[in-house]
């Protein structure tokens, strides 16, 4: 059994992180500014507190074996791409992992965990949608496409220093848009899946819902499940990456709406209007970790539509009578 810290235990991914890490029957401390929303803590320890803060940060990895950053200042694309949130994104996701790694080193980590971002690649190569390059050997010559992918690639080469510097291994994966059930799913910060699975659990039959551009944006999307299974598998290996935690099963977000209202029984009309969009298109290249770890995820996306709307449409529905007994 394991000492493990879970940075960002009270985030959607964090959460179901911590889960699979107490079933496996690890001791896990976890470490948020929120407790988790939608789920029951599991975590043996949780410190409500800021990473920002290096008090916070000290009694966070204080006889811990093994930690997995998954805490950041991040949102969807509402909340990355309008630009209104940079310096708060550079500055506070940079000191959490500038504080995670010197504070880690000092108490006797003995591994530390990565989660950075599909969002680090060039928008060079993500200009075509039906023909993006997201290969992990792609990402330089950089140019993110946002502050928050500049961050992140930032803090991959802050690990990598780390690593070579203090002989602590490192394990980095870049993530691929990764949903599923108990993550945000209104206010601001919640991505696409679940934005358009709540705009058509809350529009009638025949209603209108609007979407950001003109829907032809390709991306592909990661069931929370598999992604937890790629990092553990990514952990417990010797090889330290980047590599990118995805799903090769490319859709356009029109194609994306599309399914959602096949899961749901439901048609309705799609109204594209201006917003922010990030790169035109964007899939994760799955060769490399097929080579290194003999694992690519398996399931089709519309399974994990199929479980991310059920859930979605419950919130909907109870947040519904919430307001009209109010």
């Not at 504080?99 to 108490?107: D, S």
């Not at 819902?209 to 598999?226: A, M, P, V």
């Not at 995820?297 to 994990?304: H, M, Q, R, V």
Request: hydrophobic share 35%; charged share 25%; proline share 5%.
């Amino acid at each position: 059994m394991k000492k493990i810290l879970v940075n960002g235990a009270g985030g959607f991914i964090g959460g179901h992180l911590v889960k699979r890490l107490k079933d496996e029957g690890h001791w896990v401390r976890g470490v948020d500014i929120k407790e988790h929303e939608f789920a029951t803590p599991t975590t043996d320890e949780f410190i409500l507190g800021n990473l920002c803060d290096p008090e916070v940060t000290k009694q966070a990895v204080a006889g811990i074996d093994d930690v997995y950053q998954l805490a950041a200042d991040m949102g969807g694309a509402g909340y990355i791409f309008t630009g209104e949130h940079d310096a708060d994104v550079m500055h506070n996701s940079a000191t959490i992992n500038l504080n995670t790694l010197h504070f880690g080193v000092a108490a006797g980590v003995k591994r530390f965990f990565y989660s950075s971002s599909a969002c680090i690649y060039p928008e060079y190569n993500q200009l075509d949608p039906d023909n993006p390059k997201c290969s992990e050997e792609s990402a330089y010559p950089a140019a993110p496409d946002s502050e928050y992918g500049w961050e992140k690639l930032f803090s991959e080469r802050l690990y990598g220093a780390f690593m070579r510097n203090h002989k602590v291994p490192v394990r980095v994966a870049r993530f691929h848009n990764i949903f599923g059930p108990q993550g945000t799913w209104q206010g601001g910060r919640e991505k696409s899946p679940a934005a358009l699975c709540r705009k058509i659990a809350e529009t009638p039959e025949g209603g209108e819902i609007e979407i950001w551009g003109d829907g032809k944006q390709t991306r592909s999307f990661l069931y929370i499940d598999e992604c937890v299974e790629g990092v553990r598998r990514l952990m417990d290996s010797d090889f330290t990456g980047p590599v990118n935690v995805g799903s090769e099963e490319m859709v356009t977000i029109n194609r994306l709406a599309e399914i959602i209202m096949e899961v749901a029984g439901k048609k309705v009309s799609l109204k594209h209007i201006p917003g922010p969009l990030g790169v035109r298109g964007r899939n994760s290249d799955n060769h490399l970790i097929r080579e290194k770890l003999n694992w690519s995820p398996s399931k089709p996306l519309i399974d994990g539509v199929a479980a991310t709307y059920s859930w979605i449409s419950q919130q909907v529905e109870a947040a519904r009578k919430t307001a009209a007994s109010a």
